[in-house]
C-alpha cells in the first residue's frame, strides 16, 4: 500500500514548500508567542484512505483509533402495525378517532452507531498536498486495514437501513393514501346519498305544487274576474261621476272638495275589490305555502346535513394532509441520515484504491509546560512591511482548516524532540526567510538555540 506525506506549510498556491522551509516556518509560528521552547516533535499522524467503488470517495480512518464517528440513527414508528389498526375500523368517524390517536411523527427511538476510525469533519483540503517527507515520527497504528474494512461493511450497512427505511416510508404514505381514500370516498358517497335523497323528495314536492297551481290558477282567474265584474258598474259609474266634477271644478262651478269626497269614494271602492280578491286567493294561497314550507324545510334540512358531511370531509381531508406531512417529515429525516453517512465518502485528489496519508503536525513544549500543536499552514509570502519592520509574524501565515484539526487529540507523552537535531536545515530556512523580509533570527536565538 502506497503512503503519502502532505505538506506541513504550503504557499499561496497550494504547492509545498521545501522541507526546511516548511520547518521554520511552522517552528516561526511557535517562536511568535515569545516564549522559550525546550522540546519540539514532528508527528506523523496516519490516515487510512479507502475508495468506495459506489461513489468514487473515501472513507477516511485515523488509524490511530483515536477518532470515530458517531451516527444517530432514528428508529421509526410501527407504521406497519399502525396501518394494520385501519382493518379494524368500518366507519369515517372512527377513522378520524383513530388517525388523530396514532404519533406520526414520533420516533420509537434513537440508536447510536460507533463507526471506530472514521473521520467525520471533511479534512480533505489538509490531505490535498502531497510533499517530499519530513522526519515525523508516526503516532503508533491501532486500526488494522482488516478492523478498518469491518467499519466499512458497518458504514455500508446503516447505508442499506436507512435507504430501506426511505423506501419503506414512501410505502407507508402511498398505503395511507389508500386506505384514507377509502373512508373520504365513503363520506363522500353519503354526501351523494343525502343530496339525492332530498333533491328527490324536494322535486316530489315542487311537482306536486306545479300540478296545484295547474289545478287552481283556472279556478281562481274567474273568481276574480266575476269580483271584478260584480264591480265593473259601481266602479264604471263612480269614474264618470268623478269626470264631470273635475270639469265642474275646472269651470268653478264646484269646490275641489267634492273632487276629493269622490275620490275618497272611489278609493274605498277599490280597497273593497281588492279585498274581496284576496279573500277568494286565500284558500289556494294557503295550499301554496303548505307546499312552499315544506320545500324550504327540504332545503334547510339538505343543506344542514350536507354542512355536518362537509365539515367531516374538510376535517379528513386536513388531518390526511397533517398525516401525509408528518409522514413527509420523516421522509425527509432519513433521506437527511442517507446524506449525512454518504457524505463521509469524501472527494480527494488521489485515484488509489486504498493508500495511506501522513498528516505532519508540529508539537512544541514551553518552559511553562505549555504545549503547541502547529497544523497545515499556508506561507503568505514576503514581508511587504519597510525593511521587514512593522509586520506582525502572524501575517507570515494562515492555519489552514484550523477548526477541523481541532479534534486531533495529540499526546502530551512519549514524544521525542527529532527537531533540535535539525539545526543546519533550520539554518537554511532562517536564511531563507530573512531574504523574504522576515526578521526572525534572533527570535529563535533567544527562545530557541
Not at 279556478?219 to 266634477?245: D, M, N, Q, R, W
Not at 279585498?275 to 332545503?299: C, F, M, W
Not at 514581508?383 to 512593522?390: A, D, I, K, P, V
Amino acid at each position: 500500500m502506497k503512503t503519502v506525506q502532505v505538506a506541513l506549510v504550503v504557499d499561496t498556491s497550494g504547492s509545498p514548500l521545501s522541507p526546511e522551509k516548511q520547518l521554520v516556518v511552522a517552528l516561526s509560528k511557535v517562536l511568535s508567542k515569545r516564549t522559550r521552547v525546550n522540546s519540539v516533535t514532528l508527528l506523523g499522524w496516519p490516515i487510512l484512505l479507502l475508495r468506495m467503488e459506489d461513489s468514487g470517495g473515501y472513507l477516511l480512518i485515523d488509524e490511530t483509533g483515536k477518532l470515530d464517528t458517531t451516527f444517530n440513527r432514528t428508529v421509526l414508528g410501527d407504521y406497519e402495525h399502525y396501518l394494520d389498526s385501519f382493518s379494524k375500523v368500518a366507519t369515517p368517524d372512527e377513522f378520524l378517532n383513530l388517525v388523530r390517536k396514532i404519533p406520526w411523527a414520533e420516533p420509537r427511538g434513537k440508536e447510536s452507531v460507533r463507526l471506530k476510525g472514521v473521520i467525520g469533519d471533511d479534512i480533505t483540503t489538509l490531505l490535498k498536498n502531497p510533499s517530499m517527507s519530513l522526519p515525523v515520527q508516526i503516532l503508533e497504528r491501532k486500526i488494522t486495514e482488516e478492523m478498518a474494512s469491518l467499519e466499512v461493511e458497518e458504514w455500508k450497512r446503516l447505508q442499506d437501513v436507512v435507504n430501506s427505511e426511505l423506501i419503506k416510508v414512501d410505502e407507508y404514505i402511498k398505503s395511507f393514501i389508500a386506505i384514507s381514500d377509502t373512508f373520504i370516498g365513503k363520506i363522500a358517497e353519503e354526501r351523494q346519498r343525502i343530496e339525492s335523497l332530498y333533491d328527490q323528495e324536494i322535486d316530489k314536492t315542487r311537482g306536486e305544487l306545479e300540478q296545484l297551481l295547474k289545478q287552481r290558477k283556472p279556478v281562481a282567474y274567474e273568481e276574480v274576474k266575476k269580483k271584478v265584474l260584480e264591480f265593473a258598474p259601481k266602479l264604471s259609474e263612480i269614474y264618470g261621476v268623478i269626470a264631470k266634477t273635475r270639469l265642474d271644478a275646472e269651470s268653478g262651478s264646484v269646490s275641489q272638495r267634492q273632487v276629493s269626497s269622490l275620490e275618497s269614494a272611489k278609493d274605498k271602492l277599490m280597497k273593497d275589490l281588492e279585498a274581496q280578491i284576496n279573500q277568494a286567493l286565500e284558500p289556494y294561497r294557503g295550499e301554496i305555502r303548505v307546499y312552499k314550507e315544506k320545500i324550504d324545510s327540504l332545503v334547510a334540512k339538505k343543506n344542514q346535513e350536507l354542512a355536518q358531511v362537509d365539515s367531516k370531509l374538510e376535517a379528513s381531508r386536513k388531518i390526511v394532509n397533517e398525516v401525509k406531512s408528518a409522514l413527509e417529515s420523516v421522509k425527509e429525516l432519513k433521506r437527511r441520515e442517507l446524506n449525512e453517512l454518504a457524505s463521509l465518502a469524501r472527494r480527494t485528489i488521489y485515484i488509489d484504491e486504498k493508500l495511506e496519508v501522513i498528516l505532519p503536525l508540529l508539537v512544541a513544549k514551553d518552559d511553562y509546560g505549555f504545549t503547541q500543536v502547529v497544523s497545515p499552514l499556508m506561507y503568505r509570502g514576503r514581508n511587504r512591511s519597510l525593511l521587514g519592520f512593522g509586520s506582525k509574524l502572524e501575517n507570515m501565515y494562515t492555519v489552514i482548516d484550523e477548526e477541523k484539526i481541532a479534534s486531533f487529540s495529540v499526546p502530551s507523552v512519549g514524544l521525542q524532540d527529532n527537531v533540535r537535531g535539525l539545526r543546519q536545515d533550520i539554518e537554511k530556512g532562517i536564511a531563507w526567510l530573512e531574504e523574504e523580509g522576515w526578521r526572525i533570527r534572533k527570535l529563535f536565538e533567544d527562545f530557541y538555540f
